[in-house]
């Protein structure tokens, strides 16, 4: 579900315009629903409300402070990778005990922030720490513990594991095969818990997993929470009580119509799985990102050409791999459409290959001196012109947090859409920002 449609050939979001958000702000750039953010959160808490989730939303996905902020409103955790994450989910509103801090590279001072709450290195007061580190090798315990130690706090962990499980829409977002460069296996899990029970500086809690990203099937997650669960019950016998089990994210979204199943097609099959856990009285914990934020968000480009040579017709538009990397580095699919069409050119789906009289198959490029610089290849789409503004859908999620200046061009502007209102969220970058950090060149 969201709230991008088509009206009498116009493109609305929510009740605002395509056009005239374009009118509004120019292009290009990515409009977010409010109301279809919601929508999702409120989804997969309900979906999985049997075992009481606590939903920490990726901020990778899409870290605009007041995306985050409409989420933490609703009551959202945070779920993030670096300072700069957990500063944004900080502003944003988020309490330290709703974040989580994943990632296989954490320097001293992003465990400091962790465990003071705080990302201000001159923060003095008393420490706050986060809801829960998850560490990802022993000698990220042990640094976490040193860095516990120098606080006099004692940091709550959890560790991510490998449950080598098959999983993810492409290789580059596949994170649980042999592989992987993330977690430790089941026995490293055992023998950090076991090299930690009792510290003063470390309290492993926890067990963490994210098997990768878009996954359209609740088959894996089974796989590996049957696996994690029976891990929990090692942990325990062998003397450490696990109270926070993390089944990260992944879960798929919607880039044609139909294609991601709905959250009770997850939960029917992983909800029973953690039951019994839950009713010991553990925390469950889920770190969607792709979900809540896919299509939530679309990226709205002006065509500025249309050249045709003998074997293709290139639609070349004002943004292309600096705005929306997802297609040149993974190949991957967006719908792409006009934002305004005539009434035969509605479309009723979001497909791949949509059949309706007078479509030509093109290509939509960007403006990059690059081959790969390319929105939607061999698609087939109405008939546009320079000045049209083309919208691409499911860009919400690793769009604007995977942007790029390539060719020094600014990042895009961004716009939040709630009912009737729209208001920018992050203005665009202009020429002098884009040079603003070398020293000396304004
Ligand atoms: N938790 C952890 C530890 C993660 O590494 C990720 C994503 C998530 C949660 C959220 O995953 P999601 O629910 O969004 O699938 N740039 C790629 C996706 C990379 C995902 C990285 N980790 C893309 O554009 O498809």
């Known amino acids: 579900m969201d709230l991008f449609c088509y009206r009498e050939g116009r493109l609305w979001c929510e009740g605002v315009a395509a056009d005239e958000l374009v009118g509004r702000y120019g292009t290009p750039t990515y409009v977010y629903s409010h109301g279809t953010l919601v929508h999702h959160l409120e989804e997969l808490t309900r979906g999985f409300a049997p075992v009481d989730p606590f939903v920490c939303f990726s901020v990778k996905s899409c870290p605009n402070v007041h995306v985050l902020r409409a989420l933490v409103e609703r009551g959202a955790g945070m779920d993030v990778v670096s300072l700069g994450e957990m500063h944004r989910a900080l502003a944003a509103g988020c309490p330290p005990e709703r974040i989580v801090f994943a990632g296989v590279g954490k320097d001293d001072a992003e465990l400091r922030a962790a465990l003071l709450g705080s990302t201000d290195p001159a923060y003095a007061g008393p420490p706050r720490p986060i809801a829960m580190i998850n560490a990802e090798s022993a000698a990220e315990v042990d640094r976490i513990s040193r860095v516990a130690a120098g606080l006099g706090v004692r940091a709550g962990v959890a560790v991510r594991v490998n449950p080598l499980v098959e999983a993810g829409?492409?290789?580059?977002?596949?994170?649980?095969?042999?592989?992987?460069?993330?977690?430790?296996?089941?026995?490293?899990?055992?023998?950090?818990?076991?090299?930690?029970?009792?510290?003063?500086?470390?309290?492993?809690?926890?067990?963490?997993?994210?098997?990768?990203?878009?996954?359209?099937?609740?088959?894996?997650?089974?796989?590996?929470?049957?696996?994690?669960?029976?891990?929990?019950?090692?942990?325990g016998s062998e003397g450490t009580a696990i109270d926070h089990v993390d089944i990260g994210g992944g879960f798929a979204a919607d880039y044609t119509t139909g294609q991601a199943p709905a959250v009770p097609t997850y939960a029917q099959?992983?909800?029973?799985?953690?039951?019994?856990?839950?009713?010991?009285?553990?925390?469950?914990?889920?770190?969607?990102?792709?979900?809540?934020?896919?299509?939530?968000?679309?990226?709205?480009?002006?065509?500025?050409?249309?050249?045709?040579?003998?074997?293709?017709?290139?639609?070349?538009?004002?943004?292309?791999?600096?705005?929306?990397?997802?297609?040149?580095?993974?190949?991957?699919?967006?719908?792409?459409?006009?934002?305004?069409?005539?009434?035969?050119?509605?479309?009723a789906r979001r497909e791949r290959a949509p059949e309706m009289p007078g479509l030509v198959s093109v290509d939509v490029v960007g403006p990059l001196c690059e081959s790969g610089d390319f929105l939607a290849r061999d698609r087939a789409l109405p008939p546009v012109e320079p000045g049209d503004v083309l919208a691409v859908f499911t860009a919400g999620a690793y769009g604007m947090s995977m942007a790029n200046r390539y060719n020094s061009r600014g990042l895009p502007a961004e716009v939040m859409v709630s009912g009737e209102s729209s208001r920018l969220v992050r203005r665009r970058e202009t020429i002098d920002d884009v040079i603003a950090h070398e020293l000396g060149a304004g």
């Not at 994210?210 to 696996?227: F, V």
């Not at 943004?319 to 040149?328: E, I, Q, S, Y």
């Open 269 to 347: 099959r992983v909800v029973p799985l953690l039951l019994p856990l839950r009713r010991r009285g553990v925390r469950v914990m889920l770190e969607p990102g792709r979900m809540i934020a896919g299509n939530s968000g679309v990226l709205l480009v002006r065509v500025l050409y249309v050249k045709r040579s003998p074997e293709k017709t290139f639609v070349i538009c004002d943004a292309g791999m600096n705005a929306l990397l997802r297609p040149a580095l993974y190949d991957a699919f967006h719908f792409v459409w006009p934002a305004r069409v005539g009434p035969e050119h509605t479309p």
């Open 169 to 235: 829409g492409h290789a580059y977002i596949k994170t649980a095969t042999h592989a992987s460069k993330f977690g430790v296996t089941f026995d490293q899990c055992a023998q950090i818990a076991a090299a930690h029970r009792g510290s003063p500086s470390v309290w492993v809690r926890g067990v963490h997993v994210h098997i990768g990203s878009s996954i359209a099937t609740a088959d894996p997650y089974e796989e590996a929470i049957r696996r994690v669960v029976g891990l929990v019950e090692r942990l």
